[in-house]
């Protein structure tokens, strides 16, 4: 429910940020949506010439995609985040673009690595696959190296993504509180057909986080895949991904492998989940536009993105996984004990890791 200056309205159950805007533009602060990182830098990977699979991209069925030549192509997503090491191997020609927003001098392979870790997830095609391995980037970057900036500068990414004619937006940050020039300019990026897809937030049961809370975005959680037992499940307790009325997908967030400068790193968050999110959605568009001729809207991608989830916490929405787990497999991948897959496509194509 929005008010009638358009900000939302805050349920007594929601009550863990304020919706008043009694702030200075820019002390008006947001961070990455990161819970947790093992370090960055060379993680060794084993055999040189192998390809692997993450398990969180794995279980998101983007192999079945690719099956059938649907990977991405064409597609360009704006990362608003600490910027990308477009230096990565993984990511060479990934970068389309660079509009930094901090000017620090900082060179990219001394960025924050969470913005090269979430890039990977949506898009690596070296010794790891990201879910849209032939889509391309465009490096917002917002947040310095210690994570933080300001929803100013987060404002004038959206805007600037819109003119870049990126198809899909990823934001894996957010603030405690309803700025409205940002929300006016998601408002501008949904009426120019542009997915924003954002990070629910690492606060925890009944918190809310800015911009995911907005109703025109697709709001991500986070929950783990344990391929050990073929089942979701949320590991600590309490579980850090945000919970309330406006989450509406979920993906795995925990232990997540991808690009950071000088290598690879597990990482953990919703900033985590939520790239496999714009990935998948990133293989949609390409799926639509083969097939229809034409690029679809921001709301075609909503409504197929809702619609290929799997319940996994409770029968319907809930307000950990909105509709559910987004998969193009019609199933959750169970393993035998002879250790095969029940799904044709998880066994022997990539060294799952």
Known sequence: MESESGSKTISKFESGVSSKCEYFDNQYQVKLNEYTNEGSG?????????????????????????????????????????????????????VLLRRDYVKDGVSPSKFNPHGTHVAGTICAN?????????ATIIDYRV??????????????????????????????????????PMHEAIKKAVQSNVLVVVASGNDGPNRVSFPAYYP???????????????????????????????????????????????GYSYFTGTSMATPCVSGVACLLW???????????????????????TIDILQEGVDQVSGTGFVTFYPELPRRSSTGFWSLPSMNGTYTLI
């Open 286 to 308: 390409d799926r639509f536009r083969k097939r229809m001729g034409r690029n679809p809207t921001g709301q075609e991608l909503t409504t197929a993105l809702k619609s290929m």
């Open 216 to 262: 025109e975005v697709v709001s991500v959680g986070a929950v783990n895949f344990d391929r050990n037992s073929s089942k979701i499940d949320l590991p600590s307790t309490p579980w850090f991904s945000n919970s309330n009325r406006e989450v509406d997908v979920a993906a795995d967030g925990w232990r997540v492998l991808s690009t950071v400068p000088g």
């Open 126 to 134: 070296g010794k790891i696959k990201g879910v849209a391995p032939l």
């Open 42 to 94: 060379e993680l060794n990977l084993g055999v040189s010439g192998v390809t692997y699979l993450p398990d969180n991209v794995w279980v998101t069925g983007a192999p079945l995609m690719w099956g059938q030549k649907i990977q991405g192509t064409g597609c360009k997503v704006g990362v608003i985040d600490t910027g990308v090491d477009n230096s990565h191997p993984d990511l060479a020609g990934k």
């Open 143 to 180: 947040l310095d190296v210690k994570g933080s900036g300001s929803f100013v500068a987060v404002t004038q990414a959206i805007l600037d993504a819109i003119s870049d004619g990126c198809s899909i937006i990823n934001m894996s940050l957010g603030g405690a509180y309803d700025y409205i």
